[in-house]
């Protein structure tokens, strides 16, 4: 007996959304705890990409914020 099962994308990204975002959060603190100077971002790095996109919608005011409940569900 096997039937396929559609899987709703959106249902499965909001599912998985707040487990990466944890365990990117962590990852990220894990490595910062275990040596702070070897983090630095280089011009060809997405996350410089961003970070540089973010520093300009900063500037132009387009930033909304949000909570640290909203953002990692704490």
């Known amino acids: ?31 910062l705890k275990k040596d702070a100077d070897i983090f630095q971002l280089t011009p060809e790095m997405p996350l410089y990409e961003d970070m540089e996109e973010i520093s300009q919608r900063k500037a132009r005011d387009q930033i909304n914020l949000h909570s640290n409940e909203e953002v990692w569900g704490e």
């Open 1 to 31: 007996m096997s039937q396929a099962e559609n899987i709703n994308t959106k249902k499965l990204a909001n599912t998985l959304e707040p487990m990466i975002r944890r365990v990117i959060r962590e990852e990220l603190l894990r490595v």
